[in-house]
């Protein structure tokens, strides 16, 4: 019944329904579940979504380029008149966001470490992200690109056809939890009734 295509001619729905699903959650646990008090919850959890973007923004810069551009970015972000809008009036970009840039978070330790969970972490923010709009899909391209040159490193360090298989082994792992996410999330965009019927 949460789902937008429960009610009768809705055409096409371009944004997920995870930041719907979070917000009834959070609203029927603080029994703010009602038409006067539910864009409340709305609107504070996509400030939350929103900070915690800044938080992932302030990692990956000071990942790159040191603490002080860190802090930079951070407060550019923080006073950007469009995410205050968006939280203001509960968007899905919000939560999109956060996905989206802990997924660039997690790709460039991923990239860096070549270790497996590194590349777990980095295939469930996409799935979320996927799940709150579908614009994310646009993520393919750098996660791609990422493990394209993690490959490389390791093409370089040890033998080609051992970089491949474990390169392969990572893109897999990202692209199955990432899918196995968004299935789990994103429930309305499957024919279902049952889990496996994958058909959109």
């Not at 590194?118 to 393919?140: C, E, H, I, W």
């Not at 080609?160 to 999330?185: D, K, P, W, Y």
């Amino acid at each position: 019944t949460l789902s937008p295509f429960s009610l009768p001619n809705v055409g096409l729905f371009v944004y997920g329904t995870l930041p719907v699903y979070i917000v009834k959650w959070v609203a029927i646990t603080l029994d703010m579940n009602n038409y006067d008090e539910i864009t409340f919850v709305g609107r504070a959890l996509s400030g939350l979504f929103d900070l915690a973007t800044i938080f992932m923004l302030f990692l990956i810069a000071r990942r790159l380029y040191g603490k002080g551009t860190a802090l930079l970015a951070a407060v550019l972000m923080a006073f950007s008149v469009f995410n205050i809008q968006l939280s203001h009036f509960y968007a899905v970009d919000t939560y999109a966001n956060l996905f989206i840039v802990a997924t660039m978070y997690f790709l460039l330790v991923a990239t860096t470490s070549g270790r497996w969970r590194d590349y777990a972490l980095t295939g469930l923010m996409p799935g979320l992200g996927l799940a709150s709009k579908v614009s994310a899909l646009t993520l393919a391209a750098p996660i791609l690109v990422g493990i394209g040159i993690d490959y490389y490193r390791r093409s370089r360090e040890a033998d080609a056809l051992h970089a491949l298989e474990q390169t392969i082994v990572r893109l897999l792992t990202v692209a199955v939890l990432a899918g196995l996410v968004f299935r789990l999330a994103q429930p309305a965009a499957f024919g279902g009734p049952g889990f496996w019927n994958l058909s959109f």
